[in-house]
């Protein structure tokens, strides 16, 4: 029982990551209706981001106090993975708004292999590690083989999801901001003929979701301890598989979907074969897309006629 708990709370630890993820996915398909593939390297831009701030500070300015180092990384972060996301939104996006389905689709792919690759280039293909950071863990239960254990480092990710949840879910449905979010994905011409600035609430709703995957990136970096300019495809593709899983579209749908992936991954990891761990994942979310074809919180799409 103990090793159960252990497995569960590893399990949410790795679904919260995903989740923040995955806001990023569902935020910009419910606008635009648009996967933006591109979104899982930027995850990854944002965690070498935060590598070289927080190496910076520690090493060269010699920050002493770790969590006023980790809140300057992420303020930094959060500003520069927001201006990169920006000027893709900008470049790749916005002037293929008005041509075919697939054309913003072949950009974001794209944009993806073109980060992937400045990152190998500038960083090498080596894995890059961290200094070991908040290792302190609590003792939950002593059994007499396995101790249940919950470290500082998983707190603040589960914390730090939960908390922006909510004020996400606040800005979308309590503020102008989101209004004009909801306003576009209903209707982006009617929007437009309201007065909504279309081109602005879809740059800012790429600013917020760059945002999120800076604050996924950091918590990426400090739970791990090692980046790699491969880590964007992997966690950017279990992130949208959470934001299907849970309904593109939704905001909460994307933090369960991400907290199921994490579960499952680690619970088969656990319990079974690890090799088979994404094989296990992509099967749930094919048996629940059959009964669930929406997702788990996902509204049914209704066509305009």
């Known amino acids: 029982m103990e090793y159960f708990f252990q497995q569960l709370i590893n399990g949410m630890t790795l679904g919260s990551i995903y989740g923040l993820i995955a806001i990023g996915y569902t935020m910009v398909f419910g606008i635009i209706g648009m996967v933006n593939f591109a979104h899982g390297d930027v995850f990854m831009v944002s965690a070498f981001i935060a590598l070289i701030f927080f190496l910076f500070l520690t090493q060269v300015l010699g920050f002493g106090s770790l969590v006023l180092a980790l809140l300057v990384v992420l303020l930094l972060g959060m500003a520069l993975t927001s201006l990169w996301a920006w000027t893709i939104e900008r470049l790749a996006y916005r002037p293929l708004s008005g041509s075919f ?16 690759n400045l990152v190998q280039v500038a960083q090498g293909p080596r894995n890059k590690p961290v200094p070991p950071m908040l290792n302190d863990i609590i003792v939950l239960r002593d059994g007499a083989n396995y101790a249940v254990t919950l470290s500082y480092k998983q707190i603040l990710i589960i914390v730090t999801t939960t908390v922006l949840l909510i004020a996400f879910s606040f800005l979308v449905q309590r503020t102008a901001l989101g209004r004009a979010q ?7 011409r009617m929007a437009s003929l309201l007065g909504i600035d279309v081109d602005r609430t879809v740059s800012l709703t790429f600013v917020i979701g760059a945002a999120l995957a800076a604050v996924a990136g950091l918590l990426y970096m400090v739970h791990y301890g090692v980046v790699n300019f491969a880590d964007g495809f992997v966690p950017g593709v279990k992130a949208f598989t959470a934001a299907v899983l ?9 933090v369960i979907g991400g907290l199921l992936i994490g579960l499952i991954e680690t619970f088969w990891s656990a319990y079974f074969s690890i090799d088979y761990k994404d094989v296990a994942t992509f099967c749930v979310l094919a048996i629940t897309l059959i009964f669930l074809p929406s997702g788990l919180l996902g509204r049914p799409e209704v066509e305009k006629v």
């Open 182 to 188: 909801r306003a576009c994905e209903q209707d982006r």
């Open 246 to 254: 849970g309904g593109i579209g939704s905001l909460p749908g994307a």
């Open 101 to 116: 389905r697939l054309a913003p689709l072949i950009s974001a792919i794209g944009m993806s292999i073109f980060l992937m």
